[in-house]
């Protein structure tokens, strides 16, 4: 365990404390906006079709928008909490991504977005707080797979993935969306919490899940960046791999 990072902060990442829980609660009441109107009008087709067809699709985008209140929450407290800090522990990327792609399968399949899970080769363990880093994988995927169709791609296609860098172990969600670059997130960091849609290039919507993956992430002392893989453009986040000895 360590200090939470405040190396953003003069790069227009999120503030710390209560602002950082006033702009994330903006954000996500936006965001509520949609799937409760989704759910609204599939409810008022089904009655109107006196059809019991729409249910599953209701109950994925109840689902996914009580996931996303649940990790605002999560996030807020982190943020509200100054001096809270994550208990770290080994934790197996390949396993939390895992995790992360089965939560977000149903809401991939609502979109017409295919997962796909990439996690080649042997990464080890890392120093993370388990549901901290699956709870910022799955806000940062909430936003992603609501984004991806009606943006101009090759495909759409997400692919959950690992991978090394000189710093340690990538975990990320990678696409052929050429719009997740540095210069998106910088400017969405510095407009949230002050238009409606701060990640214009990439999101009709407010991007909450980008912004409640980055508190998140922040309290374990890392932060959400662009990453490249395999010709992919992507958001994830660095972690230390874990070099204590492990007894057999």
Do not use: W
Not at 18 to 28: D, H
Not at 208 to 235: C, K, N, W, Y
């Amino acid at each position: 365990m360590g200090q939470r990072s405040r190396k953003l902060a003069a790069t227009g990442a999120l503030p710390a404390g209560r602002q950082v829980s006033e702009q994330l609660l903006l954000a996500v009441s936006e965001q509520m906006k949609l799937p409760f109107l989704q759910i609204a009008r599939a409810a008022e087709y089904g009655q109107l079709q006196q059809s019991t067809e729409t249910l599953p699709d209701i109950q994925t985008t109840a689902d996914a928008a009580i996931r996303l209140l649940d990790n605002y929450l999560f996030g807020a407290r982190l943020g509200l909490e100054e001096q809270y800090a994550l208990e770290l522990e080994p934790v197996s990327v390949s396993s939390v991504l895992y995790d992360a792609g089965q939560e977000l399968d149903q809401l991939a399949k609502l979109y017409g977005v295919e997962l796909e899970l990439n996690v080649a080769g042997k990464f080890g363990t890392v120093m993370a707080n388990r549901q901290a880093l699956q709870s910022a994988l799955i806000s940062l995927g909430y936003t992603l797979i609501e984004a991806l169709p009606s943006l101009q791609t090759k495909d759409h296609k997400l692919q959950l993935a690992a991978h090394r860098c000189r710093y340690g172990i990538v975990a990320g969600m990678y696409s052929s969306v050429e719009q997740l670059t540095a210069d998106a997130l910088r400017a969405g960091r510095k407009l949230h919490g002050h238009i409606r849609q701060p990640l214009a290039t990439l999101t009709h919507s407010s991007g909450a899940g980008v912004f409640v993956a980055d508190t998140i992430l922040q309290a374990m002392d890392s932060e959400l960046t662009p990453t490249r893989h395999h010709r992919l453009f992507g958001l994830g986040t660095v972690l230390k791999p874990n070099h204590q000895i492990q007894l057999v």
